[in-house]
């Protein structure tokens, strides 16, 4: 199994301003994906980050909004940029193991 | 994209009952996973089980692929089974489409 985790775990941010979240695997993985949890809501995609590549990104979700890197096999983040209250969500980054995905601890984000 | 749906929405139990979650999905698949989201948030993994069936203690699963459906079972529940329960799929090797979960309430 992938063990992962992000940072930060959580975040209280003021309208308008840009948080980035960061995501660390500890083995390497080829495919990399971020997913946002509204409140009391399932989990949604955002977009698939690949190494060396441009992340793709799911219909309602774009690149100005939420820019990805992934400069490496290890590691990606995910930036909420000029945020509004309705950002306010759980974003959960995930791995794909040998079958199964798995998933960071989130970052609870709350926009004031 | 493959569409999954999960009941009930809503489970109340007492502790010590059995209970069932149903997930059925409108595709085949190859990666069908049960998920058990914990009040902090964080997803653990329960059951990789694209089809037949796994047991790990009091939680079991079956999936029947050729009938698009997965059950988890939850035995001799205990407060700590409480949280939301996620059933995710996709026909291939990608990111999953989840259901609206079940949450669950188990009382002392």
């Known amino acids: 199994s992938a063990v992962i985790s992000q940072k930060p775990s959580r975040d209280i941010c003021q309208r308008g301003t840009s948080l980035t979240i960061q995501c660390q695997v500890d083995?390497?993985?080829?495919?990399m994906f971020w997913y946002r949890q509204q409140p009391g809501q399932s989990l949604t995609l955002i977009a698939t980050?690949?190494?060396?590549?441009?992340?793709?990104?799911e219909s309602g979700f774009v690149i100005d909004k939420f820019p990805i890197s992934r400069p490496n096999l290890t590691f990606s983040t995910l930036t909420v940029s000029n945020m509004s209250p309705e950002d306010s969500s759980i974003y959960l980054c995930s791995v794909e193991g040998r079958h199964e995905q798995y998933f960071g601890p989130g970052t609870r984000l709350t926009v004031t | 994209g493959i569409q999954v749906e999960q009941s009930p929405p809503d489970l109340i139990l007492q502790e010590g009952a059995n209970s069932t979650l149903r997930c059925n999905f409108s595709?085949?698949?190859?990666?069908l996973q049960w998920f058990h989201q914990n009040p902090w948030g964080q997803l653990i993994n329960l059951f990789y089980i694209p089809s037949g069936t796994k047991q790990n203690g009091r939680l079991s699963a079956t999936t029947v692929a050729t009938e698009r459906y997965s059950l988890l079972y939850i035995s001799s529940s205990q407060t700590t089974d409480s949280g939301v329960y996620f059933c995710a799929a996709h026909p291939k090797r990608d990111a999953l489409n989840f259901g609206k979960g079940t949450s669950l309430l188990v009382t002392p």
């Open positions: 980050a690949n190494q060396g590549s441009e992340a793709t990104y």
């Open positions: 595709d085949s698949v190859n990666n």
């Open positions: 083995s390497q993985v080829t495919m």
